[in-house]
């Protein structure tokens, strides 16, 4: 920010008023004196602004910066299907013969990545380095580069050549070993973590899954192992030793970033960046600085699996604004198949979704527009309007005088602009300082207010219908502390992909067969009626008051009239944000008369469904023929067990 010249810490001694001529000397030190007086380039005769409330670390200032990055799902459960692996998978499947580090690295770009976490080890517990600390399942008893392969090193060097920042993703839950549970696992786990930390350069974030105990294969107990989360892996010693190993790494989970509370590609609206109750909105007066990571997967979960399904480009370009645009980072998961690239879906979805937001953010359509301000602070051009042109990333802002919270700067653009996007940020340094905002357009001569917020933090999107004007006014009509901003920009989203986006919206869940005239029956009474499990509106919900834990857990048995040639099962949880009742367990029968079930064709469990609750697919083993199938919840998360809807797939 500028302190000027060291001069200017030692203001000269004033010359006193003599009646005689001040002589040489005198006439050496008066021009001095002037001299020094003046305001140098860069000098800053007006102190900055007073931090206000919590502030960031440089490294969570570094994270903030890049608010779009990804995360590389790419393990056993590549080959299982599953989403959490058991731990009781054989090393021998994995074996992705093509795997091409720089291929995915590549394709991540190409959708505007900025740094990609790659999971080292998942719940799983199967390792893709080979650890010194782990003699059975790792890397190197598979097969893949005849068990002499390195895949954390391969996805590093090619970070570092794409010029993408390095993340590492370690479990702390791991559901293959035999020590989980006991001291002797947490030793391990810091190992493991030291060992990551010290042998691959630079890593800009570390990340700690929340997710801990329950049942698991255990080094061949299948049990269930619960563990203390916040208390049993140690995270003092933890963070002691990335602190010490990656001091600039900002860790997720714990000191430096929360969980949004969602995998659905969404932030709260605010979204603070102080720690709060809710990972959402977090809270306005919150102690620690802490903002949000808002991740979700390109396909309906985060491993590949060959039914998934690839969001649209216009999809992920709305999960865009209502994550990183509303103070978050948006973080993409992106899983390679069994090859160990990413898929043709994939590809042209992350393409498309780069050449999306190149679009829109080419042109700053303010750039050349005169600025001006209700209020500079002391006056002092170092604080100017004109800051919020080319604030960003240089350290120069707009700041107003310590009592004037509420301000206004006007871009003008010196002739009718349109655009559609309009982007805030504040100097994040000095705190999250401004409380509520308003956009005005310059209309028929007088101002028209388009648009309001609440809240701007590191960055702030306002996306809308195109507006038309000759000059925009920006109002900060509410701050705890006097606004400090670096940036004002407008741009134009091109037609085409506001109507793609559109239509993105209203994407809705895949129904399956159609079902007209099927009936579906509860076995249960109480609750709400089966028929809303098959009403096509995600919105209403079967509900029930019996737990799964009883002799008889709750299912819907439906009756399709005529039998079909069936190939998978669809469950869509409740959408509405509540936990409870989401089936986590389930086992899927079939029937041909109603009376002769047999075994079920399909039994396991939805991994993640709590944290990521999208509709579920389960592919059949085989294509099975039958009249009737009936949806079994085995393990449900909190009270009863809900249904928004369910149906199948066939040929």
Same mark, same amino acid.
């Not at 993703?169 to 786990?189: F, H, I, K, T």
């Not at 649209?312 to 069994?338: C, E, H, K, Q, W």
């Not at 002391?378 to 802002?397: E, Q, S």
């Given at each position: 920010m500028g302190a000027g010249f060291a001069l200017l810490a030692y203001p000269p001694k004033r010359v006193k008023n003599r009646s005689h001529s001040p002589g040489r000397a005198g006439l050496f030190a008066l021009a001095l004196s002037s001299f020094l007086s003046l305001e140098l380039p860069g000098a800053r005769a007006v102190e900055p602004p007073q931090a206000y409330g919590a502030t960031p670390a440089e490294r969570q200032v570094r994270w903030e910066n890049k608010d779009l990055i990804g995360m590389i799902s790419f393990s056993l459960?590549?080959?299982t299907g599953k989403e959490w692996g058991y731990g009781d998978e054989s090393p021998n499947l994995f074996n992705p013969e093509q795997f091409d580090a720089r291929q995915i690295v590549r394709a991540a770009k190409a959708g505007g990545l900025q740094r990609l976490v790659l999971v080292a080890k998942h719940h799983v517990g199967f390792c893709l380095w080979p650890s010194k600390y782990n003699d059975n399942f790792t890397v190197k008893n598979s097969p893949w580069r005849g068990g002499k392969g390195d895949l954390v090193r391969e996805f590093v060097d090619a970070c570092?050549?794409?010029?993408?920042?390095?993340g590492l993703y370690l479990s702390p839950w791991d559901r293959n070993r035999a020590d989980y549970g006991q001291p002797g696992y947490v030793e391990y786990y810091h190992n493991q973590l030291r060992e990551l930390l010290s042998n691959y350069g630079e890593v800009d974030e570390v990340w700690f899954d929340g997710a801990n105990g329950g049942d698991g294969f255990y080094g061949g107990?299948?049990?269930?192992?619960?563990?203390?989360g916040g208390t049993y892996y140690e995270?003092?010693?933890?963070?002691?030793?990335? &602190?010490?190993?990656?001091?600039?790494?900002?860790?997720? *989970?714990?000191?430096?970033?929360?969980w949004v509370g969602n995998e659905k590609g969404f932030a709260g609206d605010p979204c603070w960046a102080m720690k709060g109750a809710t990972g959402q909105n977090g809270d306005r007066h919150g102690s620690a600085w802490m903002p949000a990571e808002a991740d979700f997967p390109l396909r309906n979960g985060w491993f590949w699996h060959p039914d998934g399904i690839t969001k649209s480009p216009a999809d992920l370009l709305n999960r865009y604004f209502t994550t990183a645009g509303r103070n978050a980072v948006m973080d993409l998961g992106i899983a390679p198949d069994t090859r160990g690239l990413i898929c043709d879906e994939d590809l042209a979805a992350l393409q498309g979704f780069g050449d999306r937001l190149r679009a829109i953010f080419a042109t700053n359509l303010a750039a050349t527009a005169k600025v001006s301000a209700s209020n500079? &602070? *002391?006056? #002092?051009?170092? @604080?100017a309007a004109g800051n919020l042109l080319d604030g960003h990333g240089t350290g120069k802002y707009w700041a107003t005088d310590d009592a004037v919270t509420n301000a #206004?700067?006007?871009a003008d653009f010196g002739k009718p602009v349109t655009f559609s996007v309009v982007s805030l940020r504040e100097q994040i340094q000095l705190g999250q300082r401004v409380d509520t905002w308003a956009l005005d357009a310059w209309q028929n001569g007088q101002w028209q207010e388009f648009a309001t917020g609440t809240g701007i933090g590191a960055h702030r999107l306002w996306r809308g219908e195109p507006v038309v004007?000759?000059?925009? &006014?920006l109002r900060i009509t509410g701050a705890t502390a006097c606004p400090a901003l670096s940036e004002l920009a407008v741009y134009l989203e091109p037609e085409a992909s506001r109507r793609e986006s559109a239509v993105a919206l209203k994407a809705a869940f895949n129904p399956g067969l159609p079902h007209a005239g099927w009936k579906i029956n509860s076995s249960v009474a109480a609750g709400t009626g089966p028929e809303l499990a098959m009403d096509d509106h995600a919105k209403t919900v079967w509900q029930t008051d019996a737990s799964t834990g009883s002799a008889a857990p709750p299912s819907l048995t439906v009756d399709m009239g005529q039998a079909h040639a069936l190939t998978g099962f669809? @469950?869509?949880?409740?959408?509405d944000g509540r936990p409870d009742g989401i089936v986590t367990k389930y086992a899927i029968s079939v029937s041909a008369d109603g009376h002769d079930w047999g075994q079920p064709v399909a039994q396991g469990e939805f991994g993640n469904i709590a944290a990521n609750p999208v509709q579920q697919r389960v592919k059949f083993k085989a294509a099975v023929t039958a009249r009737y199938f009936r949806f079994t919840a085995l393990e449900a998360s909190g009270k009863g067990v809900t249904v928004a809807e369910i149906g199948v797939t066939g040929k």
């Amino acid at each position: 920010m500028g302190a000027g010249f060291a001069l200017l810490a030692y203001p000269p001694k004033r010359v006193k008023n003599r009646s005689h001529s001040p002589g040489r000397a005198g006439l050496f030190a008066l021009a001095l004196s002037s001299f020094l007086s003046l305001e140098l380039p860069g000098a800053r005769a007006v102190e900055p602004p007073q931090a206000y409330g919590a502030t960031p670390a440089e490294r969570q200032v570094r994270w903030e910066n890049k608010d779009l990055i990804g995360m590389i799902s790419f393990s056993l459960n590549t080959w299982t299907g599953k989403e959490w692996g058991y731990g009781d998978e054989s090393p021998n499947l994995f074996n992705p013969e093509q795997f091409d580090a720089r291929q995915i690295v590549r394709a991540a770009k190409a959708g505007g990545l900025q740094r990609l976490v790659l999971v080292a080890k998942h719940h799983v517990g199967f390792c893709l380095w080979p650890s010194k600390y782990n003699d059975n399942f790792t890397v190197k008893n598979s097969p893949w580069r005849g068990g002499k392969g390195d895949l954390v090193r391969e996805f590093v060097d090619a970070c570092h050549a794409e010029g993408v920042e390095v993340g590492l993703y370690l479990s702390p839950w791991d559901r293959n070993r035999a020590d989980y549970g006991q001291p002797g696992y947490v030793e391990y786990y810091h190992n493991q973590l030291r060992e990551l930390l010290s042998n691959y350069g630079e890593v800009d974030e570390v990340w700690f899954d929340g997710a801990n105990g329950g049942d698991g294969f255990y080094g061949g107990a299948r049990t269930k192992r619960p563990v203390n989360g916040g208390t049993y892996y140690e995270w003092d010693a933890v963070m002691k030793i990335v &602190r010490e190993l990656q001091p600039q790494a900002a860790c997720f *989970g714990r000191e430096d970033i929360r969980w949004v509370g969602n995998e659905k590609g969404f932030a709260g609206d605010p979204c603070w960046a102080m720690k709060g109750a809710t990972g959402q909105n977090g809270d306005r007066h919150g102690s620690a600085w802490m903002p949000a990571e808002a991740d979700f997967p390109l396909r309906n979960g985060w491993f590949w699996h060959p039914d998934g399904i690839t969001k649209s480009p216009a999809d992920l370009l709305n999960r865009y604004f209502t994550t990183a645009g509303r103070n978050a980072v948006m973080d993409l998961g992106i899983a390679p198949d069994t090859r160990g690239l990413i898929c043709d879906e994939d590809l042209a979805a992350l393409q498309g979704f780069g050449d999306r937001l190149r679009a829109i953010f080419a042109t700053n359509l303010a750039a050349t527009a005169k600025v001006s301000a209700s209020n500079v &602070r *002391g006056n #002092d051009p170092a @604080y100017a309007a004109g800051n919020l042109l080319d604030g960003h990333g240089t350290g120069k802002y707009w700041a107003t005088d310590d009592a004037v919270t509420n301000a #206004d700067a006007v871009a003008d653009f010196g002739k009718p602009v349109t655009f559609s996007v309009v982007s805030l940020r504040e100097q994040i340094q000095l705190g999250q300082r401004v409380d509520t905002w308003a956009l005005d357009a310059w209309q028929n001569g007088q101002w028209q207010e388009f648009a309001t917020g609440t809240g701007i933090g590191a960055h702030r999107l306002w996306r809308g219908e195109p507006v038309v004007t000759e000059k925009l &006014r920006l109002r900060i009509t509410g701050a705890t502390a006097c606004p400090a901003l670096s940036e004002l920009a407008v741009y134009l989203e091109p037609e085409a992909s506001r109507r793609e986006s559109a239509v993105a919206l209203k994407a809705a869940f895949n129904p399956g067969l159609p079902h007209a005239g099927w009936k579906i029956n509860s076995s249960v009474a109480a609750g709400t009626g089966p028929e809303l499990a098959m009403d096509d509106h995600a919105k209403t919900v079967w509900q029930t008051d019996a737990s799964t834990g009883s002799a008889a857990p709750p299912s819907l048995t439906v009756d399709m009239g005529q039998a079909h040639a069936l190939t998978g099962f669809l @469950y869509l949880p409740r959408q509405d944000g509540r936990p409870d009742g989401i089936v986590t367990k389930y086992a899927i029968s079939v029937s041909a008369d109603g009376h002769d079930w047999g075994q079920p064709v399909a039994q396991g469990e939805f991994g993640n469904i709590a944290a990521n609750p999208v509709q579920q697919r389960v592919k059949f083993k085989a294509a099975v023929t039958a009249r009737y199938f009936r949806f079994t919840a085995l393990e449900a998360s909190g009270k009863g067990v809900t249904v928004a809807e369910i149906g199948v797939t066939g040929k």
